[in-house]
């Protein structure tokens, strides 16, 4: 009945899913197949070919409209260059993005490649040394006219991780590309300081030995009216280059990456605060210069920012972060690592503007941040998407039950070492009850007996926490448990060592969820034959030091999880060699799998499993069959 339906009407349907599900369902039936070869749905699909050409499927993708091929760590063979020519060919009326990531070609299949790409908008040269090697690239003018009219569409340039980069490489690449609008020289070695390379007085000159900022600047001058993005992160541009670069006239730009540019402060942030009042998205992540001065200065002149991140910014405090109100636009910000930000802060930053667009929040390793802040944040802003609270180790049952009751559209849940989260508040049980202390009782003196009470023992006071557990589950008293969060799909619940299978097989029930994350937790295989029946679409899961967990789990993980690619069984010491064979049966696509340090999985079964499964691309095998060396 799947293929009677009229081709259009498939392509239509499958326009709403993602990529898995798409692929997933162009297995039905070839109608099905044919409808999801539409180029309206190749857009978002990314071609990889991975080390060895020889397998490289050519007659597979000769009917393809791809947009997005990528070549990574490819030799110079003349096998290789006949795939590539050939790959690049078929695809060039779709092709938009083609990436040559740790590629090791010369410069002439370099040329050849990119003059059959007619329609190219993006390409990405990271780590891709050996062209730039000999400083011959492009020499020849005829290479340069050629490409200079095959690559007029190219908006996108990427020389991250470059290392001979230098002036006339630079020029000649910018060259070809001279409509580029994003630019991203990541730990491309930019020299800031010229003087050992060019003297002062012929400082015009450029380079043939390195790249340096002078000459980068002419092309940002030439460049002004059309960019938009510049990553220079990685690189040790200083406080100087960064106000010499925001003044540069006629600039407007809207995406600027610095991170880990350790060399920037506060002097420098305030000056690109002043002149580039268009940036919408400004990372200065691992800048540890930058403290409050800076986070002021943006808060209160980039008010057009849509992202901001300022992970381990370590001398912010909660006085700058109380002026992010200011921000009306902000849908994104990461606060990750921030030591000296409180409660108070956030929810002066984030809570008090309710008009705040915010859709993605990240406060991993807050270590001060508290449950009254959630429940605010979640009450102001029931529309996000995205929230990390990996390592906030206050957080208590009710911050999951503020989550639980108004993030219905969250997809990403990150609640890692939370240690303080139960049983309880996954199943949606509001109040916090200690499980592991016994309540303090004692005498009462309004009460007729004079007998002072027994102290409850720790057993007692378990059995009634078990005892309340179990009546939750059995009356379903409760509205707010984590299932009902059923947009979920990446899910990290690692070390909360306070869930066990009473309250995880009740709530791991995911229709779309694709990463989950137990490890360190006491689970047993109960919670994994849950698991296992109730999300069918998980593609990647970590079960890594769950001691107690056996090789049923593991059958039942290969047999019901279709589409799983990356498991994680590291430190489950009572699996064995049937776990490898039950993965080797039905695990077909499996391409990364970690058994480091299980001692009763023998090398022999891994090597059985290498040899026989195409789709496996790693294996983590330390110190596994018992191995101490």
Known sequence: MAGSLPQEVVTHILRFLNVSDRKEAALVCKTWYEASLDPILQKDVMLHFNGDTQYVPLSSISHRRLSHLTLSQLDNSMNTKHVLLRSCKQLSDSLRSLSFKSCNITESTFVEILSSCINLTSIDLTNCNSIFLSGRLLERNTDLQLLRDTLKNVKELNLSSIRQLSDVTFNRIVTICHNVEKIWLVGSHIVFSSDHY????????????????????????????????????????????????????????????????????????????????????????????????????????????????????????????????????????????????????????????????????????????????????????????????????????????????NLKNIQFLRLAWCKKITDLGVLGFELNIDEQKPLEEGCNKNYESTTIFRKPTLKEEKMKVQKLKEEIIEKELLRYKLSNLSKLRDLDLSVCLGLTDIGLVQVLKFQELRYLNLDMIPITDTTVLALSAANPSLEHLVLSKCASITDDAVEAIARRLPRLNNLNLSSCDNLTDKSIRFLQMFSKRLRTLDVSFCRNISPEAIDDLERSCKSIQSVNRRLTGGKTY
Do not use: W
């Open 198 to 405: 060019i003297p002062r007085a012929k400082s015009k000159l450029v380079s043939s030995a390195v790249l340096t900022f002078e000459n980068f600047i002419d092309f940002v001058g030439l460049q002004a009216s059309t960019l938009t993005t510049i990553d220079l992160s990685r690189n040790q541009i200083n406080d100087y280059a960064l106000e010499t670069l925001a003044n540069v006239p006629n600039l407007h730009l809207q995406e600027l990456r610095l991170v880990a540019c350790k060399e920037i402060e506060d002097k420098g942030i305030v000056a690109l605060s002043h002149k580039q009042k268009s940036l919408k998205i400004l990372d200065i992540r691992d800048c540890h210069g930058v403290a409050d001065p800076g986070i002021g200065a943006i808060a209160a002149n980039l008010t057009q920012l849509q992202s901001l991140a300022l992970n381990r910014c370590r001398n912010v405090t909660a006085h700058s972060v109380r002026k992010l109100s200011y921000l009306s636009q902000l849908q994104t910000i990461e606060m990750s690592d921030l030591y000296q930000v409180t409660s108070i802060g956030i929810e002066a930053g984030l809570c008090a503007n309710a008009s705040m667009p915010l859709t993605h929040v990240n406060l991993s390793c807050c270590s001060l941040i508290m449950d009254e802040l959630l429940e605010k944040l979640c009450s102001t802003h029931p529309y996000l998407v995205h929230l990390d609270l990996g390592s906030c180790t206050s957080l208590t049952n009710q911050s999951i039950f503020e989550i639980t009751k």
